[in-house]
């Protein structure tokens, strides 16, 4: 071995004899809604879809805009905003989320990107009640605070 190795190996020794393990990460869909940031697993991300035609439902609750026909399929569109009591936004980005057996369109302001997030840096979210949509919460590298986006607890209320 030349100095220069034996450097090199002094350098990148963290001084423990525990071997390095490799975070597990998961591949996020962010999207915003009321200037929040939200990310959800893309697993659960179907599609997203612009300029759709609703048609509306009567009876339902105000922030279930109604449904829409997608290749034959009549999946129902829930506006984010809305649920949470905001005002609306002229918005037309819906992204097509499976969660189990079911598939529900939410109506958000728009998507931003995809990222790869460490499992273990996702924290539980602080107290929740019925309406709460995040089930938990992280930091990203450029500094901002991502919500997670509960897609089960989203479709159980609504």
């Known amino acids: 071995m030349t100095e220069q190795d034996v450097l090199y190996d002094e350098m990148m020794d963290d001084g ?19 200037n929040l940031l939200f990310g959800m697993p893309a697993e ?5 879809i612009t300029n759709h035609v609703i048609t509306p439902l009567p009876l339902v609750p105000s922030h279930v805009r109604g ?3 997608l290749r ?11 649920f949470l009591g905001r005002s609306d ?11 189990e057996d079911n598939q529900i369109g939410i109506f958000v302001d728009r998507v931003e990107k995809m990222v790869d997030i460490a499992v273990d840096s ?17 930091s990203l590298e450029d500094g901002q605070t ?3 986006f509960d897609c089960a607890a989203f479709l159980e209320h609504t």
């Not at 399929?73 to 984010?80: E, K, R, T, Y």
Request: charged share 15%; hydrophobic share 45%.
């Open 44 to 48: 659960a991300v179907v599609e997203i």
């Open 16 to 34: 423990s004899d525990t071997p390095h393990v490799e975070t597990q990460t998961e591949k996020y869909m962010l999207f915003v809604c009321d």
């Open 89 to 99: 936004l002229d918005s037309n980005c819906i992204i097509i989320l499976q969660v």
């Open 67 to 69: 449904v829409i026909n």
């Open 146 to 148: 991502m919500l997670t």
């Open 122 to 138: 996702i924290l539980p979210a602080p107290a929740q009640n019925s309406r709460d949509l995040v089930c938990g919460m992280c």
């Open 72 to 82: 034959g399929q009549i999946i129902p569109i829930v506006d984010i905003r809305r």
